[in-house]
């Protein structure tokens, strides 16, 4: 259970940074965040209430090490480690001893008999297994979707986690799921075959949300690596994009946990054409990261749609990343990150696009703006 230092070659880094970096450099990024969770359950175990987990953990990584990795990479785990380890460090309500649910989920996986007292909760998660439920113990094992090789797992966090402020659904129409991320999967994998790669070195879990009345409706979680929580949506190509937008943010997330791109205790606020509200710096190079990948998906899909969404999201993102760089917000590690990015958008938008798209994304981002300016002010 030790943890060793990451690198990454200049040359991924400039791949990541141009909105791409390949299966190799996601998986980098999949393992520096897994080191960072086991780092947090680390500090969680000096906390008496968790040694026993936190041995059975270490036991379980000397006979089989893949089943405590499997565990340590689903989502639940890192935002439980966060979470846990923060209100230690404040003096806050922590419940260490939780810890036994993920070890008891590494164990199940390693076939190790598991030993442990468990806190007396009515609902708790097996990480990557399943909920257990009830006095009677009921195990309900968490749905999965086969794609090609990989699955992603259906989870509603029933074991709670989730931000008040994030919808989860309240129960899942697997069959309809299941179809429904098949086609996306089957598009990405036959027209997008290099987001294809880097979704599944990423994305491990799906949450389904309510129904969106605007839309769709999608967001990934900082400290849930790996998670997305999204919507129903209404076709193939709705939720492939929706996939590869919230990947980048996957992707960005551990990016930064790697590099400082964005100067602390800034209080700078900034237009974002995406949004409604105003946005500090690192929401805004999270946005623009997105949007890139957005672009970049809508830049090979055929049709005069495909052409408007590729005018409006492409030019959208360099606004943006020009702002940044104008900034005095960006480290010199995050100036060269974005400067990599907008030299991407930059060569897209001198790309010629027939005059009718062009017209189209124009009048979306002028709305955008005269909407957003009559909420704030002028635009930053």
Known sequence: MTVGPFRVSASDFTALARGGGGASAVRTLRRARRSRTLLLIRSIAADPAARDAFAL?????????????????????????????????????????????????????????????????????????????????AYEPLPEVELDGFALQVDLWAGGGVPDELPVASDVDVPR?????????DLLARDHPDLAAEFAEV?????????????????????????????????????????????????????????????????AVFYAPWREDPRPAAGLLHGTYAHLGVAGFWRSRPGPAARVEYARWR?????????????????????????????VLRAWCAEPLP??????????????????QAAHGPLT
């Not at 799921?177 to 999967?185: E, F, H, K, T, V």
């Not at 605007?214 to 998670?227: E, I, N, Y």
């Open 177 to 185: 799921w299941r179809d429904a991320l098949r086609a996306a999967w």
């Open 57 to 137: 953990l270490a036991e379980v990584a000397r006979v089989a090490p893949e089943a405590v990795d499997r565990v340590l990479d689903h989502p639940s785990v890192g935002a439980w480690a966060t979470r846990t380890a923060l209100a230690m460090r404040r003096g806050g309500a922590a419940r260490p001893a939780e810890l036994a649910f993920t070890a008891a989920a590494a164990a199940v996986r390693a076939g190790v008999p598991v030993d442990l007292e468990f806190p007396p909760v009515e609902v708790f998660s097996l990480p990557s297994l399943g909920v257990v439920v009830g006095p009677g113990l």
């Open 315 to 343: 030019s959208a993102a360099l606004v943006t990343a020009e702002a940044l760089l104008a900034s005095d917000e960006l480290t010199p590690t995050g100036v060269r990150f974005v400067r990599e990015l907008a030299s």
């Open 355 to 372: 005059p009718a798209a062009e017209a189209a994304a124009a009048t979306e981002a002028a709305s955008h703006r005269s909407r957003w």
């Open 203 to 267: 994305v491990t879990v799906v949450t389904p949300m309510p129904p969106s009345p605007s839309g769709t409706s999608s967001a990934t979680l900082a400290d849930a690596f790996g998670c997305v929580f999204l919507s129903p949506t209404p076709d193939a190509e709705t939720l492939a994009v929706t996939l590869v937008h919230e990947a980048q943010h996957s992707k960005l997330v551990a990016v930064m946990d790697l590099f400082a791109l964005v100067e602390p205790g800034g209080d």
